[in-house]
């Protein structure tokens, strides 16, 4: 009889792409980097400090620091090396400080690691440390202008709340800013106002009214924010009437859309943006939010700015905080400061990418993200979403690499908890617009057609029944959509260096979904892909599948399961071999496992990999006759 490759199943997949997630990874050593926010900010003057003398260590970063301040065209990063105090505390004051700091504080408790880097703000410039366990960041900075070693004047971030006068007029400040000089970030003057905003009037009345333009043209706010569980008051078919005739009392609106209207008051605008009151939320009524979902690409892309609810768990929770006080040690004063939230929900994921401006409204103080500038109070901002820039959804002009852009955004986007499952593909509908209107690529239920062969070998990252439990039909099998967890992808795949060394083992012949609503992107009500490859068959052994090959040969290959089946519920299953990337240390193969769904019909359960240090293209069942297969 004829051996066969044998694939196993592991418990979690491997993390292949090597994507940080968003809760970001430990780091192992003391780092350091220099980053500039503001090319206009002076280089603060080297003051010498009466119990300290230069450390050796910090030389490089004080040259640096000016160099890049120099070359205003040069990258914001202009330096990455180690520091590593520890090794010259008994003789360096500066060294014994920062390690007593980070000793010493009640802030570090839990917290493995530091990273240092220098920021800026417009009035001040600070000496940041960063402890990553997947928690804030601590800023610590001189106290006025007293001495330091390290040449760093200012002061932190206002102790104020978040929704203060002097923050809205630097939310103000950054916005003028924007608007006067970053070309990059040009939004329509005038656009047409969406179906349906908030008038918020040009006085400071305790009402907000509904009000429908019908093309009108004007300038609008969104608020990105999470709905959280809890109830509030929002537009149904029943009171739709009276919102548009009545308006809304603002006691009567939660505590995060009376903070967002107090907000845009202060920033001189009229009209805000709230998909609870904007969009009407019946359950049994979705013509209006099918509709307006197909909208959320332009809503989000013509606002003029997102006012993003950083830190709250759910509408009632508000916008503003007052940061910690922080704590004193000597010259230096520390506390904790959280730049970006960690995108806890995907209802706001793609508002935030989309969107030209957003200011975010966090625990310690507010932060500004625009395309061309990411700053905060203390000027240590970062980006919300690793590896995924705002410029890269926006430049219209470079649609290069744009499945491995997409894949990125999938993969981020998997991680997080939707509030309803069902709305998996809706509340990713207005970057798939983006996406595609950029590309003129089609859209087949969160998947590109044209680079549909790679988009398809998806993969989950845990078996947790209790997360892969699909209760409802929501996308084709193919498609990452239709699983609960978190995927990934082999992020180079479409990568230029590997094109080269890539083999199709299938071919898309035809691949159709039908839309539940008006929005391609949106909801779907079926799907499938017919392809032109093998259908091989195979059977389940201990802990591997065993497809049967037409010579004496056999390849191990690892079986991720979609979910956590029982073997009894697949009598029969088959591998379809989809690709093989290989270069001269590593191949890598992937294949979809599928089983029966009807006469002629395959569904997905599965995907087989096989990693190895030499082109498995040869082996013999990649030989068997290929034929058409329709996988739903």
Known sequence: MPTSPELSSPEIAPNEAGLNEISGDD???LTTSAHLNSSSVPVPEMVEHPLTEACPQWGWLKAALRSQVRDKNKSNECCDSWVQPDRCREQCQQCELLLQV????????????????????????????????????????AIGNTPNPWGLQGLLPSAESTGSSASVRLARRWLDDCINNHPSCESAHDPVLPTRVLDLGLDSSTRVSLWEPRGQTGRYVCLSYCWGKSEFTMTTQDNLKDHLERGIDLEDLPQTFQDAVAVVRGLKMRYLWIDALCIIQNKDHHEDWKRECGNMAS????????????????????????????????????????????????????????????IYFGRQEIVWDCIEMRTCECGGATNPVPGIKKLDLHNQGHIRGIGKLW???????????????????????????????????????????????????????????????????????????????????YLDLSSEALTQSRQDHALIREAKCTPAGPSITGEVEAGFVTLDGCLIPASFGVSDIRANCSELRSLQLTW????????????????????????????????????????????RVGLATHMGTSDPSGFSFFDHEKQVVKVV
């Open 27 to 29: 780091i192992t050593e």
């Open 102 to 141: 980070y000793l010493k504080s009640n802030f570090t408790r839990g917290w493995k690691n530091l990273e240092l880097a220098w920021g800026s703000t417009e009035e001040a410039s600070v000496l940041r440390f960063k402890l990553r366990s997947g928690g804030p960041s601590i800023t610590l900075s």
């Open 299 to 358: 809503i989000y892309r013509n606002s003029h700015l997102i006012i993003a609810a950083a830190w709250a768990n759910s509408a009632n929770g508000g916008c503003f905080t007052t940061p910690d006080p922080g704590v004193a040690f000597g010259p230096v004063m520390m506390r904790k400061v959280s730049h970006f939230p960690s995108l806890p929900n995907p209802e706001t994921f793609q508002e935030r990418l989309l969107a030209p401006r957003v």
């Open 407 to 489: 894949r990125r955004l999938v993969m981020q986007y998997s991680i997080l908890q939707l509030t309803c499952l069902n709305d998996k593909l809706p509340a990713l509908s207005g970057l798939a617009q983006a996406m595609t209107l950029r590309s003129q690529e089609s859209y087949l239920a969160g998947l590109l057609k044209e680079t549909l062969l790679a988009d398809m070998c998806w993969n989950v990252k845990s078996l947790k029944p209790k997360e892969l439990h699909q209760t409802r039909w929501r996308a084709p099998s193919w498609s990452w959509a239709s699983v609960d967890g978190p995927i990934e992808y």
């Open 560 to 603: 991720i399961p979609d979910r956590a089946y029982e073997i009894e519920e697949m009598p029969v299953i088959y591998l379809i071999p989809m690709m093989t990337i290989w270069n001269p240390l590593f191949s890598h193969f992937y294949g979809l496992v599928v089983k029966p769904y009807d006469q002629g019909i395959e569904m």
